[in-house]
């Protein structure tokens, strides 16, 4: 776009890191494709907006918070009064930031920058995470024909598979070449079998109570753990013999590539984030789906499963004793890990930050040029 204006983009994605992250990997890849490109990020004060956008750079402009209740009860009949405000106050930033196009990745940070793009006939493009889409983007999806998600079989109208976008740390990441010195950073020996275990930014109470109450067993299987607690959460593990494989406890990891590579194989949650990011690393997983809202975290991982990169094991079913007789096998069977893992990576979609790119600023062109007065 060399001798026009600035590209100008709002992203909506806020509230949870899973709608957060691909949104901030959107803007950078924007700004590779074009250093110009001025983007505004849409959030509230009620998530990790503030925390985490800010961080990657970005304007950040706060609009109401709308949680739809799930509830019949006073919540939900003040909701539209509190949606129409929402709506007003994303379309005073879209007006401020003189937006061409507004990129929404879902939650309730989304539906109301929809509302305000559409009243402005201002184009729209949806990116669909997860394999049940949210009540935004189902209703995004009905106002425009750019509609994009992380796999197949999602059930929008108009919807392209894209993956999701990610950062190229981790879409780049070399995780044999990096391996040693990720051993290193966290205490680990090079040689032998790691497990990842995390539960999020917050952790998992059952993944942290299954695999921390099964460290004798990996033990004496001479297999070593790296346990990305989350934040606040405890945990516990049986003090073991010097001469014992490392089980390395941490809170919280600032960088999780370093993570991944010093991991053979990882126990997590299987929000669609977690999924891409362990499918571009060619990472072999337990997925221990949350099981609220009916079970739809499973959806992410099914894909995965299916192509034989992953196991999948109900929440309730995840304890100790599985780990032994089912995960240890796994973990000490060499020849299965490098399948797994080549079938992990079969799932991945590296470059879905830079496509994604260049049809949000094809777009832009396009609309330029419709309304050239604009």
């Known amino acids: 776009m060399i001798g026009e204006p600035a590209p100008r983009v709002v992203v909506a994605g806020g509230h949870s890191a899973g709608h957060i992250e691909p949104a ?17 990020a849409l959030g509230t004060v009620r ?41 007003r106050v994303a379309g005073a930033v879209l007006d401020r930031s003189r937006a061409e196009i507004v990129v929404g990745f879902g939650g309730y940070v989304a539906l109301p920058a929809y509302a305000a793009a559409r009243r402005r006939r201002l184009p729209i493009v949806v990116h669909e995470a997860n394999a049940r889409p949210g009540l935004a983007n189902r209703v995004a999806a009905r106002m425009t024909t750019h509609v994009f998600t992380a796999t197949g079989g ?3 109208p108009h919807a392209i598979p894209l993956g999701i976008p990610m950062r190229p740390s981790i879409t780049g990441l070399d995780r044999r070449a990096l391996r040693s010195a990720a051993r290193r950073r966290f205490g680990l020996r090079d040689d032998g079998v790691v497990l990842l275990v995390t539960g999020g930014s917050q ?5 942290n109570a299954a695999v921390s109450g099964a460290a004798a067993a990996l033990r004496a299987a001479d297999i070593q753990v790296l346990h990305i607690t989350g934040s606040r959460r405890i945990v516990q593990v049986p003090a073991g013999q010097p001469s014992d494989p490392p089980y ?3 809170d919280y990891v600032d960088e ?6 010093a ?51 109900d929440n309730s079913e995840f304890d100790p004793a599985w780990i032994e007789t089912d995960l240890i096998p796994v973990l000490t069977d060499p020849e299965q890990i490098a399948a797994m893992s080549a079938r992990a990576s079969a799932a991945g979609a590296p470059d879905a930050d830079a496509a994604l790119a260049r049809h949000v600023l094809a777009t832009i062109t396009r609309e330029r040029r419709r309304r050239p007065c604009s």
């Open 248 to 250: 390395v406890v941490v």
């Open 47 to 87: 998530g990790l907006d503030t925390t985490l956008i800010p961080a990657r750079g970005y304007p950040l402009e706060l609009i109401p918070p709308v949680p739809l209740s799930r509830k019949i009860d006073t919540d939900l009949f003040r909701t539209p009064s509190r949606l129409l405000d929402s709506i």
């Open 24 to 40: 901030m990997n959107l803007a950078d890849a924007l700004r590779r494709l074009d250093p110009t490109t001025e983007i505004t």
């Open 154 to 156: 999602v059930r929008l």
């Open 263 to 313: 991991a053979d194989f990882t126990v997590c949650r299987s929000g669609a984030m977690t999924c891409a990011e362990l499918s571009a690393v060619g990472m072999p997983a337990t997925y221990v789906p949350l099981p609220q809202r009916g079970g739809e975290q499973a959806l992410n991982a099914e894909p995965i499963v299916a192509g034989g990169g992953a196991l999948l094991v």
């Open 203 to 207: 952790g998992a109470g059952t993944i």
């Open 256 to 261: 999780m590539r370093y993570a991944y590579a």
